[in-house]
């Protein structure tokens, strides 16, 4: 989906629409950005920014709460309308999906005519634009999907695959951080090009176990199947301040909030599924 939560805002608010716009806290509150309109993209707002930062790019900025509710209940929607063509769909977020319809219910035979059914049938059942990636794997179709936001749909063939790749900025690929990318770039590697030169001897040494996965990324492989029913690994709680907490027993008490509140998502989620196992962190 393109800029999603701020999308819906925008759809529900005729007054915000054309305008920069975030979802998220308010920067007085110590906020952080969840998502950003296109608007507010242009003057370098990005999702996880503090909402001070981008408050201090845009001063006209518009800052919503969040109402996951509603995102719930679309994504819902949007679900079902990936159900009408494959049974073999892995949610990734709200926002984000991906789908293996080589067998599909319609028995269309390219995945890109289903693509543009699945696009159309989301605006005109949500009014909402989504861009879809289209190619033979999960690594590809990612890429592809990020290549012309928004409501754009790309196809990467077999035969352009390796070329795609080869020509890609490192800080580009999907599962290259930041810190990753730097690391990368210290060592001479700025482009697929350079990750496919190197060796998977040399790609573990300096990475480890994922060098395993950017020396198959590198020569546009990936093995991963389409997980219909993904387990999900973690459940956390979390709240921001307006101030700095250093009182001991202030900050204790703030946690045994935090620890409530997690507790009960705990045992929603052993409700659904009671042979969760539960592991503790405090970071």
Known sequence: M?????????????SYRG?????????????????ASY???????????????????CPGLIFVRPRFDVYREISTAIHAIFKRYSDLVEGVALDEAYLDVTENRQNIPYASTIARHIKTAIFQETQLTA???????????????????PNGLTVILPE???????????????????VTAAKMHSLGIHSGADLKGRTLSELTHYFGKAGQYYYKIARAEDDRSVEANRVR?????????????????QM????????????????????????????????
């Open 2 to 14: 393109d800029a999603f939560y701020a999308s819906v805002e925008q759809r529900d608010n005729p």
């Open 19 to 35: 305008k920069p716009l975030v979802v998220g806290g308010s920067p007085n509150q110590r906020g952080v950005v969840a998502a």
């Open 39 to 57: 608007e507010a993209r242009k003057f370098g707002i990005y999702s996880a920014m503090p909402s001070v930062t981008a408050f201090a790019k």
């Open 131 to 149: 861009t879809a990636g289209v190619s033979i794997n999960k690594f590809l179709a990612k890429m592809a999907s990020g290549q012309n936001k």
């Open 160 to 178: 352009q695959a390796i070329a795609f790749v080869e020509q890609l900025a490192i800080e580009k690929f999907h599962g290259i951080g930041e």
């Open 233 to 249: 690994k973690s459940i956390g709680a979390e709240t921001s301040f307006a101030r700095d907490l250093s009182d001991i027993s």
């Open 252 to 283: 204790l008490q703030e946690l045994e909030q935090i620890a409530q509140s997690l507790r009960a998502t705990v045992r929603a989620a052993r409700n659904t599924r009671p042979h969760i196992n539960v592991k503790s962190q405090v970071f």
